[in-house]
């Protein structure tokens, strides 16, 4: 137990007394990852903000309507007197109303208008974007999760054949020990590797619980799951250039960077326009006519223009940093590119050597089978020990491990390979040509 922590029996305790584990097969854990997962959920709602964002934008071609009402208190009426004639009229009562609708009209703003239409319009590219990539990532974390489930379950499976290979030697060391063929000390060695064999089977079937919460994670569900897809292997490697040939078209990384270039030359566009005037239509009308004064029009209409001829040089140096913005982000996506062909480099030879590393304890699987069995039946004759049969046992697991690890590395690799590339989209296209890896229990010797 001093190996495992608090938490992980406190997990374990959780989930184990889950009545019975429900089948899922990886499309249906991805439907259930897309369907509940938070992250997505909150990408959604930053797309609808910018959708929203981007109607408001369109708002700012359409007309203005204002209205303004103000009741105002003098300390006295406002007269008009023509001296020396003793007469005086009084233009403004001591207390008046006045209310007024306005509206406006923009004609001209230097391309300003078009440019906020611009960026609110390519923010609700990047967020599209930035979905499609927290997809891509949370479908590789995904598949780490569930083939990691498959391989635990697996890793259980060699663990218990383990430990039966392990009690029948046992058995035998007893019969052999009796009959004094053996001496006790081969009975002991047997029956401490035994212990072993059962303390890591035990560990392997609480991984198994530890790794289901892991899954529940990211499925965001609190269950107990069977996995009814296994590892597996391409029937054969495609070429690199499936993954590299059309990368900025398709990854999601590069679609973002370039949208913000996009808002970065709307940028320029926005400071070049607000050097320039802006020609605007106008009109009002009074709503409490009875208050107005001689002078008080009831309703004026217009045009109207505002330039800025001098503001101590911000307009230029502002336009001069837009462009910039410009550059840096053009910079970044030559940078963001190559990283991106690297990666699919270094993701695609990950892919080829655990492809490599399968074949190569799939062959080895075969002499370690053969090897137990020999082991076995030398140590039955009494001209093996109980060490040699231990060895081959432990070989021969090794070998089982070795071989499912690496396709579970296989697994992970080409799902990292797909997010590199921009590809994860594809991966339904991809496994349509496996071929399946199990725990090749066939390759373990029967027992005399």
């Known amino acids: 137990m001093g190996r495992f922590s608090l938490l992980t029996i406190i997990l374990y305790g959780l989930i184990a007394p889950i009545s019975s584990a429900e089948p899922i097969s990886f499309m249906d854990a991805v439907a259930k990852m897309e369907a509940n997962n ?38 006295s009426p406002i007269d008009i007197s023509i001296d020396p004639i003793p007469f005086s009229y009084e233009v403004q009562e001591k207390q008046f109303t006045k209310g007024q609708i306005k509206l406006s009209l923009p004609v001209y703003t230097g391309g300003r208008i078009s440019a ?20 891509f990532q949370l479908l590789t974390e995904l598949a780490q999760r569930y083939y990691g489930l498959v391989l635990a379950k697996q890793n259980y499976k060699v663990q218990t054949l383990k430990r039966e290979l392990m ?42 619980s530890i790794i289901q919460e892991g899954l529940n994670n990211i499925l965001f569900e609190n269950n107990l799951w069977e996995p009814n897809s296994e590892l597996f292997l391409l029937n054969n490697d495609p070429p690199i250039d499936t993954f590299k040939g059309s990368l900025s078209e398709t990854h999601p990384a590069i ?14 566009k926005a400071e070049k326009g607000a050097n320039r005037p802006t020609v605007y239509l106008f009109g009002m009308h009074e709503i409490f006519e009875d208050d107005l004064t001689l002078l008080d029009p009831s309703w004026a209409v217009g045009i109207g223009l505002n330039y800025t001829f001098f503001d101590g040089f911000q307009g230029k140096h502002k336009t001069a940093s837009a462009k910039a913005l410009v550059r840096k982000a053009e910079y970044m996506r030559i940078k963001i590119k190559k990283d991106l062909e690297s990666l699919v480099v270094k993701r695609y030879e990950e892919m080829k050597k655990a ?7 799939d062959t080895t ?21 109980s060490i040699e049969v231990v ?58």
């Open 167 to 208: 009690e029948k030697h046992v058995d035998r060391a007893e019969r052999l020990f009796r009959e004094g063929i053996i001496a006790k000390v081969e009975l002991l060695h047997a029956q401490v590797e035994l212990a072993k064999a059962k303390q890591e089977e035990d560990a392997a079937q609480r991984d198994i």
């Open 255 to 268: 679609a973002i960077i370039s949208s913000k270039i996009e808002q970065a030359n709307a940028g320029v």
């Open 365 to 385: 699987l075969q002499l370690t089978a053969e090897n137990l069995r020999v082991r076995t039946k030398a140590f039955e004759e009494g001209v093996s020990t």
């Open 391 to 448: 060895d081959a046992v432990y070989q021969h697991s090794r070998a089982q491990l070795g071989r499912l690890k690496s396709a579970y590395d296989y697994d992970v690799a080409l799902f990292q390979l797909l997010e590199a590339s921009g590809q994860s989209s594809r991966w339904q296209e991809f496994m349509n040509q496996i071929q399946i890896v199990e725990a090749d229990e066939e390759k373990t010797p029967s027992q005399p």
């Open 355 to 361: 492809r490599e590393q399968w074949e190569s304890f």
């Open 116 to 135: 906020a239409n611009e960026v609110s319009k390519h923010r609700k590219t990047e967020a599209t974007a930035q979905k499609e990539w927290t997809r």
């Open 38 to 75: 938070p992250a997505l959920s909150a990408a959604d709602e930053e797309i609808r903000q910018k959708e929203e964002e981007l109607k408001s934008a369109k708002g700012l071609r359409y007309p203005k309507g204002e209205l303004e009402v103000k009741q105002t208190f003098l300390d």
